[in-house]
Each structure stands twice: as C-alpha cells, then as structure tokens.
C-alpha cells in the first residue's frame, strides 16, 4: 500500500506560480502511474494530470495545458505539480494519487492518494 503525501499549498495571486510536491513512502513507487486532482465544496474530484512510472507519458487536462507541468524523480519518491499564471478558478483542495493503470483519469482507478494541500488564487 503506497501512502502519498502533498505540500506546497497556500494562499497566492492571480497570475501567480506555485509548485506542489507529493512525497511517496513506498519502495515501489517507481512503478505506479501517478496522477493529481483537485476538487472544490461540493464537487467531484476532477482530473488535472498524470505522469506514466519513467515520465514517458505525461497527460494534463485541457483547461491546465500550457500552464501546468507535471514531473517526477522515482530516485527521490517524488512528482511535483508546477503550477503557473495561476487563476481563482484553480482554487481547489489538490491531490497526488498514485494508479496501477495506464491512462487513468479517473478519482476512483486509483489505489492511494494523499491527503491534499489547498491552494487558494485571491483575484
């Protein structure tokens, strides 16, 4: 069972970057798809970023795309979530999960996931 754990998060400025880090306490983490969310009070979990076990596949929704970039350092146990020009609507709790299939996009294909960091954009 991989447990995952985010940091990074707080308070910014529209416009502004932040960058968000999971930390992986497993000696298997080198082999698991690894995924962040987001979610806001009354919604679902929505999908914002995947990265394949040697960051040959990486994947970012679309409303994130030129933005955001996702990267991660199985040597360390770690991906970050970079985060840039950031708006109000990226206000949301952010997740790191970690999946044990490709191409999963989905809260629930996941098998671990962090406990979240919010991240706050003021206008």
């Known amino acids: 069972q991989i447990q995952l754990a985010e940091s990074g998060g707080g308070l910014v400025q529209t416009g502004d970057s932040l960058t968000l880090t999971c930390s992986a306490s497993s000696i298997t983490f080198g082999t698991y798809v690894m995924g962040w969310f987001r979610q806001t009070p009354g919604k679902e979990h929505e999908y914002v970023a995947a990265?394949?076990?040697?960051?040959?596949?990486?994947d970012l929704a679309d409303f994130v795309k030129g933005r955001f970039t996702v990267s991660r350092d199985n040597a360390k146990n770690m991906m970050w979530l970079q985060m840039n020009n950031l708006t109000p609507e990226d206000t949301a709790v952010y997740y790191c999960?970690?999946?044990?299939?490709?191409?999963?996009?989905?809260?629930?294909?996941?098998?671990?996931w962090g406990q979240g960091t919010q991240v706050t954009v003021g206008s």
């Open positions: 999960a970690a999946a044990t299939r490709p191409e999963s996009k989905v809260w629930n294909e996941y098998v671990g």
């Open positions: 990265i394949s076990p040697k960051s040959i596949y990486i």
